[in-house]
């Protein structure tokens, strides 16, 4: 974990709402899937924004960002060249899969962003991916779409049909990532038929290593309720463990 | 000559630029050599384990930064079994900060601290609630902070400081309950109250509804309080509040600060502390300064 600073290779519109940004940064093939970096534009005052590992080639590092705000805003109006602050690699990866095991991704907006390395990462991997978004321009390539307007895909959420699915499929684990809704619904379909459901979470965050607690999660422990943070403790949790009404 | 040289009330310290409480932890070992700082300030500890607020507890708003962790903690207890001796071997001199809600319960937890020798003295945080003042922050009761330094100062020969809230009518009358009951130094400012709200939805970006204010914008605030303090007592000032750089450090020094702590600033460069360090280090040098040349020196005052 260090404070690199990154070269942007590339910054590419996907759509209205998504770009991919390239940022060359020393060491970066360290980087496993589920991790994410603390991005600053070099003379910006305001703090770090958090944003996921979305693919690694040659130390240059994809991250699909999108725009919600004015801190993602000035992240897309990166040119080629300019220099970012890259704090990381931040967080615990998503558990590798085993050979045998069948994985099933569901994924939700820009919480597709950690699967594309994932799948990437792991050739081998059994992996069957659902995707959802709201619209068309929040759905990218998976194994089964889904927008709640319709446009493309199934219309719906990306849970509309999982109860079905994994009544008559075999799995063995569940990788989400999306909006805590989507995550915690999630949890409740899905926790009766597989105990292992990996969680990435997001929370606002100030220093993004631990030593802050503003990015704390309620979790179930041997010592009662504790609130961990996402930043250090996660952003990997398990989906039995979590207390989604917080 | 080290022209960084500094003092508080009883202890010497390589340079000026220690870390607020809350704002770092041994994570920044990573960025930098954390001998380096002028001195180590730890998260404050309480009597009991917190488990800390709700969440949402932080929210980054215009020029600064809202926060309402709680005070989240493992209890002095777990804190000195497992906690504190990975302290133990760093040079730079370790000030525990810690808060209770009776004046009992603060005197105990010095007790017990007492025991750690490499502790070389204490940040005492008054401003959480007093259960013996009807639940209003100790900080802001003058005769209280007066009650609670004064037992404190007798069971401690180390450094003892009292840190400061500014959500007080007067910040002078509080200092000078610390200085008149033995405080060695006190520090300030702690977080401002704050707030902000969704204007789309109407909804509070923070569970507890009002959170601590601090960065870039408080500086101000914390800056003619600094200045005020600094007139009115003749013990050490250690000051922070929205530091950014070696010149807002320089700002404080005029106004009479000792001492400074850098917070929020290290969550937009977790190695700004050492940055500092080297950029006043080189300010001082090229004018051929130390600390004392220009502390509480600020003039065009009429
Ligand atoms: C571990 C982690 C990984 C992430 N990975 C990615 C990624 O790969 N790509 C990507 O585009 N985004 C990612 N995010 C989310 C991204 O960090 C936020 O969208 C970003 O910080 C928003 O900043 P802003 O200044 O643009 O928006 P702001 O102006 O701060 O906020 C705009 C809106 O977004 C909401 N919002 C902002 N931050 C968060 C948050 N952390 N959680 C929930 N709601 C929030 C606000 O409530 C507001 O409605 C990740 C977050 C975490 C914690
Ligand atoms: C996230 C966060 C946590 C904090 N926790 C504590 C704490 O535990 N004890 C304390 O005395 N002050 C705490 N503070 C206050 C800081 O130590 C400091 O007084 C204040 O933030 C002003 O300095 P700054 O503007 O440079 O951050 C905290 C501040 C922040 C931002
Ligand atoms: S952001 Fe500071 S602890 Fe996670």
Redesign the pocket.
């Known amino acids: 974990m260090k404070d690199h600073i990154g070269i942007v290779v590339n910054n590419k519109k996907i759509n209205e709402l998504y770009n991919v940004i390239s940022v060359q940064i020393e060491n970066a093939n360290l980087g496993t899937p589920g991790q994410?970096y603390e991005l600053k534009v070099k003379y910006s005052q305001?703090m770090r924004?958090?944003?996921?590992i979305?693919n690694i080639t040659d130390n240059v590092v994809e991250?699909?960002?999108?725009?919600?705000?004015?801190?993602?805003?000035e992240l897309t109006q990166l040119k080629e060249k300019d220099t970012i602050m890259a704090l990381g690699p931040l967080?615990n990866p998503f558990t590798p899969p085993q050979a045998d095991q069948n994985c099933l991704i569901l994924s939700g907006g820009?919480g597709y962003?950690?699967f594309y390395y994932f799948k990437k990462h792991y050739p081998k991997a059994n992996i069957t991916w659902f995707h959802g978004g709201a619209n068309r321009n929040e759905v990218f390539e998976a194994d089964r779409i889904f927008t709640n307007d319709g446009s493309i895909g199934i219309k719906g959420f990306v849970t509309a049909d999982l109860h079905e699915y994994l009544q008559n499929n075999k799995v063995d684990r569940i990788l989400t990532c999306g909006p805590r809704i989507m995550m915690k619904n999630i949890a409740n379909i899905a926790l009766p038929f597989v105990k292992d459901i990996e969680c990435?979470?997001?929370?606002?965050?100030a220093c993004g290593i631990g030593v802050c607690y503003g990015?704390a999660v309620k979790v179930k422990t041997a010592k009662g309720l504790v609130y961990k943070t996402?930043?250090k403790d996660g952003?990997i949790f398990q989906g039995s463990e979590v207390i989604w009404d917080e | 000559m080290n022209r960084l040289a500094t003092k508080l009330g009883k202890i010497n310290f390589n340079n000026p630029i220690t870390v607020a409480s809350g704002t770092f932890g041994l994570e920044c070992a990573n960025f930098y050599n954390i001998n380096k700082l002028g001195a180590i300030v730890t998260k404050t500890i309480t009597p009991e384990e917190k488990i800390g607020n709700p969440t949402p507890r932080i929210y980054?708003t215009e020029c600064g930064l809202l926060n309402s962790i709680g005070l989240q903690n493992p209890g002095i207890d777990e804190f000195l079994k497992y906690h504190v001796k990975e302290y133990k071997n760093f040079s730079a001199p370790l000030l525990v900060s810690f808060s209770a809600s009776t004046i009992d319960e603060f005197a105990e937890m010095l007790i017990k601290l007492e025991k750690i020798d490499y502790i070389k003295g204490y940040e005492v945080n008054v401003s959480c609630p007093n259960v013996e003042n009807e639940g209003l922050a100790f900080g802001i009761d003058a005769k209280i902070v007066y009650e609670l330094t004064k037992r404190l100062s007798k069971l401690t020969e180390k450094e003892l400081i009292i840190k400061l809230s500014p959500n007080v009518t007067d910040i002078v009358s509080i200092a000078k309950a610390a200085e008149e009951g033995g405080a060695s130094s006190v520090a300030l400012i702690n977080t401002l109250l704050g707030m902000a709200i969704?204007w789309k939805t109407g909804k509070s970006m923070i569970k507890r509804g009002v959170a601590g204010y601090s960065g870039t914008a408080v500086k101000p605030v914390a800056l003619q309080m600094v200045y005020k303090v600094y007139q009115a007592l003749s013990i050490p000032i250690l000051a922070m509040g929205g530091i950014q750089n070696y010149k807002d450090c320089l700002e404080f020094i005029y106004a009479g600060a000792s001492m400074l702590s850098i917070g929020t600033a290290q969550f937009c460069d977790p190695c700004l502390p050492i940055k500092i360090i080297n950029d006043l280090h080189n300010h001082f040098t090229q004018n051929n300064i130390n600390i004392s040349d220009i502390k509480g020196k600020v003039w065009g005052i009429d």
């Open positions: 994410f305001r924004i958090p944003i996921s979305y991250f699909m960002v999108k725009i919600v705000g004015d801190g993602t805003k967080g820009v962003a950690p990435s979470l997001e929370e606002y965050m990015c996402v930043c952003a | 980054e969704d």
